[in-house]
């Protein structure tokens, strides 16, 4: 299983950049599953962004990215793209891209946390300063 996190860069408060992430080898069977977006600043704890189901399309932000931000999944559920509008310096990090373990009896803002998670991608970096 491969995920690879690409789109990061440096961008002015305010501005927009598109996260991608390719999967690869990972085949989602007929359960929910978080799919999703994680970021980390130096000093402080790894915070779930954003994730989606893709077997249902229910999705989760942040309250602190809700209304910025927007996820979604190709078709061929093989990619997950993060885009970021209205950047903050606040959302100054790495980002990743992850997949959860199946489950089920719970919802996706539950699952949308680092210790849900079962594959990770290599992170890229987002810097927000002018």
């Known amino acids: 299983v491969q995920l690879q996190a690409s789109g990061g860069g440096l961008v002015q408060p305010g501005g927009s950049l598109r996260l991608s992430c390719a999967i690869s080898g990972f085949r989602f069977e007929d359960y929910n599953y978080a799919v999703g977006w994680f970021r980390q600043a130096p000093g402080k704890e790894r915070e779930g962004v954003s994730c989606?189901?893709?077997?249902?399309?229910?999705?989760y932000y942040s309250d602190s990215v809700k209304g910025r931000f927007t996820i979604s999944m190709n078709s061929a559920k093989s990619a997950t793209y993060l885009q970021m509008d209205n950047l903050k310096p606040g959302d100054t990090a790495v980002h990743y891209c992850a997949t959860s373990v199946p489950y089920r009896g719970t919802t996706i803002a539950t699952m949308c946390h680092y210790t849900g998670m079962d594959y990770w991608g290599k992170g890229t970096l987002v810097t927000v300063s002018s």
């Open positions: 989606i189901d893709p077997r249902d399309t229910n999705t």
